[in-house]
């Protein structure tokens, strides 16, 4: 009996890889298109390296190899990190990378525990400008899968910080920042249970009516002022510089993660799937590979974007084939090689039968896989040099020489 996929991974077929391959095609090309160049590391990091950013909830998640050595990377940042540390590289260092991460962590729809991720990075900037054009890359890749109206949430941690420092949130910070990072998913109800269990109703309540402050941005960022005038500030540089972009202060927003030191964003595309794009600026993380210096980044959640776009799609493609060669008898199938060779070297994709069937078979085959041309010889294509090209949605053959199939199947 042949044994299943681990837990939380499994085999991608052919017609979910052709979206996939859409998908991340389209990342790359608009992180291309901002001048983001591109970095591969290995799938393997020393524990010792990734413990140095993962705090004890993400310590968890690590699969760990090689005797307690080593680990599968559980994101892209820390390679980053530290080849960034390790390398004199003309700042900003703008790279992207699109590779496979692994977290040991309990699978549901749209996350898995092996699984692609997409990040852009800038390290050497301290400006806001950063943060506003990874905002416009958000933005970009947005409307590239046909999501017209984002919700783009940004927030900054000095605020959270000076909140918390004003209610004197002492060692339950953290955990207050991640229970804070829960309220569009379990809701503001459950999150006040939450916070009153660590904070105490008095305490818990006094966080929630700061940080739930009704008004557009202008009034939350007054508000924020209040407690950090820098952290404001930084908001209002970065919403000035996105004139373009509907984004919104969200007071709530922590991104979780303790390594974050400035703005941080969300970008959220379903309700019921949750955060699709995030991040936010670390400025203190290099230094823990022993070359400080600003940098702030996004990850695009691959596995949810697929998840959303496969929802939406009516038909999946199911082969890259434009044309089959169909020969009508055996004899005839060197002359199809011919043929489908002169539409491969024109960039046509292409495909002949291995399988020795008959005409009808043939077709059949092709129409399964929606391919939407059949090219079929015989005897008379052969000495006549043409080829009998069918397009498979309407039925029509046309004779042709085998150039004009070429620009026929082009279109």
Known sequence: ??????????DIGPEDMFVREEVIGAIRRTFQ????????TPAMEYLETMRAKAGSEVDKQIFVIEGNE?????????PLARYAAGTDTPKPFKRYAIDVVW?????????????????????????????????AIANTLCAAFGFGKPRILLNNRKILEAISTSLELGKDKEEVFRVLDKLDKIGEAEVQKLLEEILGKKKAKELL????????????????????????SELEGILGLCSGIEIEVSLPLARGLGYYTGPVFEVILSKDIGTVMGGGRYDNLLGVYGQPAPATGISVGIERLVTLITERKKATKK??????LAAVRPELYAYALEVAAKFRVAGIECETDLNERNL????????????????VVGERERESGTVTLRDMASGKEEALKINDAVIRVKG
Do not use: H
């Open 1 to 10: 009996m042949a044994k299943l996929t681990p837990k939380g991974m499994r």
């Open 33 to 40: 298109l901002y001048g983001y160049r591109p970095l591969e």
């Open 70 to 78: 080593y680990g599968l990377r559980f994101d892209l940042t820390v």
């Open 103 to 135: 977290r040991k962590e309990e699978p549901q729809r749209g996350r898995f525990r092996e699984f692609y991720q997409a990040d852009a990075d800038i390290i050497g900037s301290q400006s806001m400008r950063s943060e506003a054009e990874l905002l």
């Open 209 to 232: 009516d700061i940080i739930n402050a009704k008004g557009d941005n202008k009034k939350k960022l007054a508000l924020a002022a209040k407690y950090s005038p820098e952290g404001a």
């Open 319 to 324: 082969t890259d084939t434009r044309v089959f």
């Open 360 to 375: 009808r078979k043939q077709l059949d085959y092709a129409n399964t896989l929606s391919i939407p041309f059949v090219a």
